[in-house]
C-alpha cells in the first residue's frame, strides 16, 4: 500500500546544466499531473508524463526542473523576426505620418506581442530526454519510496480498524441473538401493565414477537459487513493500488452499520452501533489518503 502524499527529487545534467528534477504529490481523487520543464517542447513533457504515469495511480503530481540553487530555470526565449520587422515598418509608418524625428527603439519593438516568445523548444529532444530521464527516475524513486513508508502507516492503522469492527460485528450478532427473547420480555411486561393476567392469547403474543423479531433481524446486514472486513484486509494485502476500492468498500461499511442502527431495538446495540459509524468514518478518512 502506498499513501498518495510525497516527494522526490534527482539531480542530473542536461546540456551543460546541472538540473534538480522535484516530482511533488498531494491527494486526488484520480491521476492529475503538470509538467514545468524549461523547454516549451511538447514532445519532452509527453514522455515526462508516459514516466509518472507508468509509476503512479493516483494524486495530483506536479513535475518541476530547477536550477540547484532553488530558483527556475531560465526559459530559452525565441525572437520572431520576421514579426518584428514588420513592427518596424509599421511604426516607423506611423512616425513618418506623424512628422516625429525619433525613429521606433529597439524597447518599442520588442514589446510588441509575440516579437520575443519565452520557452523555445529543445533543440533536440530526443537527446534532452536521454539525459534528464535519468533525473526523472531518481525523483519518482525517491517518491515511491516516500509514498511506501506512509503507506505502511496507513496500513498499520487501516488493519486496526478492521479489527475494531469485527470485535464490535461479534458484540453485535451476539446481542441481536437475544433481540427475540428481548421483545417477548418486553412485550409481555407492557400487556401486564394494560391487560388482566390470563387475557393475553399466548399464539398472538408468539406472532407479535416473531414481527418484531423479524424487524430487527440484522443478520443479512452483518454477514455483508463480514465480507466487507474480508475484501478490506484482503487489499490491504495486496501490493496493487486499490485506493478507489477500498474508498467504495468504505461507503458499503457506513451503509451496512446504518441499517443495523436503523433496525436497532436495544440501547446496547445503539451503543456499539455508534462505535462502528465512528470507526468506519476514521477509516474513511484514512482510504482518502490512499494511491
Known amino acids: 500500500m502506498r499513501s498518495m502524499t510525497g516527494f522526490g527529487r534527482g539531480r542530473v545534467e542536461v546540456a551543460g546544466r546541472r538540473l534538480a528534477v522535484e516530482v511533488r504529490s498531494v491527494n486526488h481523487r484520480f491521476l492529475e499531473l503538470k509538467v514545468r520543464l524549461p523547454w516549451a517542447d511538447a514532445l519532452l513533457e509527453q514522455k515526462v508524463a508516459q514516466a509518472v504515469r507508468a509509476r503512479v495511480d493516483r494524486g495530483a503530481l506536479t ?98 480498524r478492521v479489527g475494531k469492527l469485527r470485535a464490535l460485528a461479534v458484540e453485535l450478532a451476539a446481542l441481536a441473538a437475544d433481540a427475540p427473547a428481548e421483545a417477548r420480555r418486553r412485550l409481555a411486561e407492557r400487556l401486564a401493565r394494560l391487560v388482566a393476567p390470563g387475557e393475553v392469547d399466548p399464539q ?33 494485502g495486496d501490493a496493487k493500488p486499490h485506493g478507489r476500492r477500498l474508498d467504495f468498500l468504505a461507503q458499503e461499511l457506513h451503509r451496512e452499520v446504518n441499517t443495523i442502527g436503523s433496525k436497532a431495538q436495544r440501547a446496547e446495540i445503539a451503543q456499539r452501533v455508534v462505535e462502528a459509524k465512528s470507526e468506519v468514518e476514521r477509516l474513511r478518512e484514512q482510504v482518502q489518503n490512499v494511491e
Open 204 to 236: 398472538r403474543l408468539a406472532q407479535e414477537v416473531a414481527i418484531l423479531a423479524d424487524r430487527a433481524d440484522v443478520t443479512e446486514e452483518l454477514t455483508r459487513l463480514g465480507a466487507h472486513l474480508d475484501e478490506v484486509e484482503r487489499l490491504l
Open 63 to 160: 513535475v518541476a526542473v530547477r536550477d540547484e540553487g532553488g530558483g527556475e530555470v531560465s526559459p530559452d526565449v525565441t525572437v520572431d523576426l520576421g514579426l518584428a520587422r514588420a513592427y518596424h515598418r509599421a511604426l516607423d509608418e506611423v512616425r513618418g505620418a506623424l512628422g516625429l524625428a525619433e525613429p521606433p527603439s529597439l524597447a518599442l519593438i520588442a514589446a510588441q506581442p509575440g516579437v520575443l516568445l519565452p520557452g523555445g523548444g529543445a533543440a533536440d529532444p530526443e537527446r534532452i530526454w536521454a539525459e534528464l530521464e535519468p533525473g526523472v527516475a531518481a525523483a519518482l524513486d525517491e517518491l515511491t519510496a516516500a509514498r511506501a513508508r506512509e503507506g505502511r502507516a496507513l496500513a498499520a492503522d487501516l488493519a486496526a
